[in-house]
Nanobody, 123 residues
Framework: VQLQAFGGGLVQAGGSLRLSCAAS????????FGWFRQAPGKEREGVAA????????YYAEPVKGRFTISRDNAKNMVFLQMNSLKPEDTAVYYC?????????????????WGQGTLVTVSS
């Protein structure tokens, strides 16, 4: 599967952005998807993830209640709606796809990665 993430940009604190991830391939529903982010000088961290069917979602504590992950299996798309953005959300955001078992927010269980899209939240 090949992934392309887009939708990043500059937004003021308290604002919203919607990231999108387009996936190629005909086995879209066999993949779990995750959104990860990496801020300058920090390690990549899992932000949100969703199961193949879309029935289960997972969020990191810092984004719970503010971010929502979803997927459209008919269009091979995954989304991350980000509300109430904070300056500490500033990072390059990556979408990733994986199969099998393992912690949904761990990057060890994802084999395909998009190119990243930059989100900058100004204070």
């Amino acid at each position: 599967v090949q992934l392309q993430a887009f939708g990043g940009g500059l937004v003021q604190a308290g604002g919203s952005l919607r990231l999108s991830c387009a996936a190629s391939g005909r086995t879209f529903t066999t993949y779990r998807f995750g959104w990860f982010r990496q801020a300058p000088g920090k390690e990549r961290e899992g932000v949100a993830a969703i199961s193949g069917s879309g029935g289960s979602t997972y969020y990191a504590e810092p984004v719970k209640g503010r971010f929502t992950i979803s997927r459209d299996n008919a269009k091979n798309m995954v989304f991350l709606q980000m509300n109430s953005l904070k300056p500490e959300d500033t990072a390059v955001y990556y979408c990733a796809a994986g199969t099998g078992l393992g912690a949904y927010l761990s990057n060890k269980y994802y084999s395909a990665w998009g190119q990243g899209t930059l989100v900058t939240v100004s204070s």
